[in-house]
């Protein structure tokens, strides 16, 4: 089946540009693209059809400007993937799309070269998750097929033991049907092992691709690192940035880590857009208490002993007054300025689980910023991983005299030397939690 792209601009010249550019993709079946000279053309079409893979868009145009129709997308849920094509790429216009679930922005006069690899990525990204949908339903249905066969295994278990002890003239034939019935089960629950692995994979790329881009950390702070490593094959760990008025930063370490730290984090980055980019908060403090009623609500933990949660450090950056906001659930704030470390501290309590009644709001905090100031945010699997010549923890300790002793290299060499020093530490020891590092220079 075809990818199917809407491609909404005024000018009338596009459609034979874009159907010379591709005919031959075109001509193999491979793309179908349709045309609309204006938003309001372009909406009608997508709630005729919503089966459309990507939507190109035009800002400026009659009737229905192309940010309009970004919003109506969102609006109506439409699971196109959206690229601006305009010549009016200043900061604003960029900033303004990206909020409205634009995928990428691509400059007029069109590079033909640059369409074609935006597109091929746009579609990558698309497959990716359909893919991540379908891995999704498998691994539930795995999971479900598991339990149904381990009890089955089980009860098959108890009645020939039964009958074991009721039929001794017929010990021996029993003992090898017995055998055999349990190779079985062992056979099939390996089948079930693999197949419920191949889904954790499958989520694995669904969680990645719902984790920011992490060429938007380098957009916002040019020089920058960020260290990630899951402890299994999907994590509790995550990070998130929001690109509004003022961009926003967030490093979180969910309860649990593999699958049940990854639902967690999946539903914190929900949580997040929805409190971000729904209700336009920015403040770090209002946005976790926020997060905290969030997450209670969802987990209904007033109705039980639930105490999943998360703890998270939130920054907003103001580069106009050059000032960074941040507040904190059981996550610091560390920053480094001519070789001295401060550190701000964050409220001890973490978003979600018991403490859920009769709790403070949380600490707001404002740095005034300066040329050269490097700020972390980090969760705790760096410091608690075990190794060293005596097995024992990396210790924040380490961890602090690393970041200062090498404070005075790029910030892209300094995650490299984190990076040598965490596995020269780990050796040939397991990882015993998520790892999540990200440091920011302020230019």
Same mark, same amino acid.
């Given at each position: 089946m075809p990818s199917k792209i809407l491609v909404t601009d005024d *000018?009338?010249? !596009? *459609? !034979?540009?874009?159907?010379?550019?591709?005919?031959s993709r075109i001509s193999k079946g491979e793309l179908k693209f349709e045309f609309a000279e204006n938003g309001a053309v372009a909406l009608e079409k997508l709630q005729a059809d919503p089966?459309? &893979?990507l939507v190109f868009t035009d800002i400026n145009m009659p009737v229905m400007d192309g940010l309009t129709l970004l919003g109506k997308m969102r609006e109506h849920e439409f699971q196109a993937k959206s690229v601006?094509?305009?010549a009016y790429g200043d900061v604003r216009n960029i900033r303004t799309a990206m909020n409205r679930g634009a995928f990428d922005f691509i400059i007029k006069p069109i590079d033909l070269d640059d369409l074609d690899v935006t597109l091929t990525k746009a579609l990558n990204e698309i497959e990716i998750l359909k893919q991540g949908i379908e891995a999704k339903t498998k691994l539930e249905v795995a999971l479900i097929d598991k339990a149904q066969a381990q009890a089955e295994a089980l009860q098959n278990l108890q009645e020939k033991e039964k009958l074991i002890l009721e039929q001794n003239e017929m010990l021996e034939m029993q003992v090898m049907e017995r055998t055999l019935e349990i190779h079985e089960q062992k056979e099939l629950i390996e089948i079930k092992n693999r197949e419920i692995l191949d889904s954790i994979h499958y989520a694995k790329r669904l969680q990645e691709a719902i984790l920011p881009n992490r060429n938007l950390l380098t957009n916002l702070f040019a020089e920058s690192f960020l260290l990630y490593y899951p402890k299994d094959i999907v994590a509790g760990d995550f990070y998130w940035l929001g690109t509004g008025s003022r961009a926003i930063i967030a490093v979180a370490d969910c309860t649990g880590h593999g699958v049940s730290g990854a639902l967690m984090s999946m539903l914190g980055m929900s949580l997040l857009n929805q409190l971000v980019n729904g209700k336009g908060i920015s403040e770090p403090s209002i946005l976790l208490d926020n997060l905290h009623l969030a997450v209670v609500g969802a987990l209904n933990q007033t109705e039980n002993d639930s105490n999943e949660g998360m703890d998270i450090a939130i920054c907003c950056f103001d580069e106009h007054t050059n000032t960074f906001y941040y507040s904190g659930a059981n996550r610091p704030l560390w920053l480094i300025r001519k070789g001295e470390l401060m550190i701000w501290q964050p409220d001890k309590m973490p978003i979600g689980g018991v403490q859920i009644q009769s709790r403070p709001a949380f600490t707001s905090h404002a740095i005034e910023l300066q040329?050269? &100031?490097?700020?972390?945010?980090?969760t705790d699997g760096f410091a608690d991983q075990f190794g060293g010549e005596f097995g024992k923890k990396l210790m924040t300790k380490n961890l602090k005299e690393k970041l200062i002793s090498t404070s005075g290299v790029s910030m892209t060499k300094q995650? *490299?030397? !984190?990076?040598d020093f965490f596995n020269a530490w780990k050796g040939n020891q397991e990882q015993v939690d998520d790892v999540l590092i990200m440091g920011l220079e302020v230019r």
């Open positions: *000018e009338p010249d !596009l *459609e !034979l540009i874009i159907s010379q550019k591709f005919r089966t459309f &893979d601006v094509i305009s040329k050269g &100031d490097r700020i972390y945010l980090f995650g *490299e030397e !984190l990076q």
